[in-house]
């Protein structure tokens, strides 16, 4: 059983940065493949960026390229995403989540059904 906890959301104005963090439990975290994904209202959850457990290997989505930064700490089992120049569109619930095979394509990243184990979401709001 893993448990992630994600922490970091807030109200901020565009053009802003907020950063993102997921507590993961469990003694083999450097093995996980860590995703995180976001929902709006009224929309699909999509996939915005993906770290392989050295964090050797990252994939963003193209909406984010450029502006977010996927990262971990092994050592304090916590995947983190920076996000600067945020924009209104940013705003959604920010999820991050456990992939189930530990191996990194990043046909399957982007994929939420290759994750099992999901945290609350953090809420972030970006106002223009």
């Known amino acids: 059983q893993v448990q992630l906890v994600e922490s970091g959301g807030g109200l901020v104005q565009a053009g802003d940065s907020l950063r993102l963090s997921c507590a993961a439990s469990?003694?083999?975290?450097?093995?996980?493949?860590m995703g995180w994904f976001r929902q709006a209202p009224g929309k699909e959850r999509e996939f915005v960026a993906a770290?392989?457990?050295?964090?050797?290997?990252?994939y963003y989505a193209d909406s984010v390229k450029g502006r977010f930064t996927i990262s971990r700490d092994n050592a304090k089992n916590t995947v983190y995403l920076q996000m600067v120049s945020l924009k209104p569109e940013d705003t959604a619930n920010y999820y991050c989540?456990?992939?189930?095979?530990?191996?990194?394509?990043?046909?399957?990243?982007?994929?939420?059904?290759?994750?099992?184990?999901w945290g609350q979401g953090t809420q972030v709001t970006v106002s223009s």
């Open positions: 989540a456990k992939e189930r095979s530990g191996a990194f394509y990043s046909a399957r990243v982007r994929d939420s059904a290759w994750y099992d184990y």
């Open positions: 770290i392989s457990g050295s964090g050797a290997i990252i």
């Open positions: 469990g003694r083999t975290f450097s093995a996980y493949v």
